[in-house]
């Protein structure tokens, strides 16, 4: 997935989702982000299709790093990191080694200021 703005508007729609009171609108956010775990999904959705990659750990390191995102979003990335890192580290397929070594070297540094 790459890291631009229009992809990290749309994660922080979905993560803000994610809150919701909706049970509905919280399980489709929450589909979506399981989704971006796998490198072949795809999910379509306002007729933008987007492909989510390996790159989707980074991607929501860019989002928990970026000072003009609200603090809410920022913390469910925080969560759906955890969830990418709990779930995906063990499984080469899942996780790419450079995003392995990214997280790796840039993880701290995201998670402190929250």
């Known amino acids: 997935m790459e890291i631009n703005d229009q992809n990290l508007a749309a994660?922080?729609?979905?993560?803000?989702?994610?809150l919701s009171t909706s049970a509905e609108t919280r399980k489709t956010a929450e589909n979506f982000l399981r989704e971006?775990?796998?490198?072949?999904?795809?999910?379509?959705?306002?007729?933008?299709?987007?492909?989510?990659?390996?790159?989707?750990?980074?991607?929501?390191?860019?989002?928990?790093?970026?000072?003009?995102t609200d603090l809410t979003i920022r913390t469910a990335a925080a969560i759906a990191l955890k969830n990418v890192v709990k779930r995906c580290w063990e499984q080469n397929d899942k996780l790419s080694e450079d995003d392995r070594a990214t997280v790796k070297k840039h993880i701290v540094e995201v998670i402190t200021p929250l």
């Open 11 to 18: 994660l922080g729609q979905y993560l803000q989702q994610t």
């Open 36 to 68: 971006c775990e796998n490198e072949k999904g795809t999910f379509n959705t306002e007729k933008l299709l987007y492909k989510c990659a390996s790159g989707y750990a980074l991607l929501l390191m860019t989002s928990m790093d970026r000072a003009d």
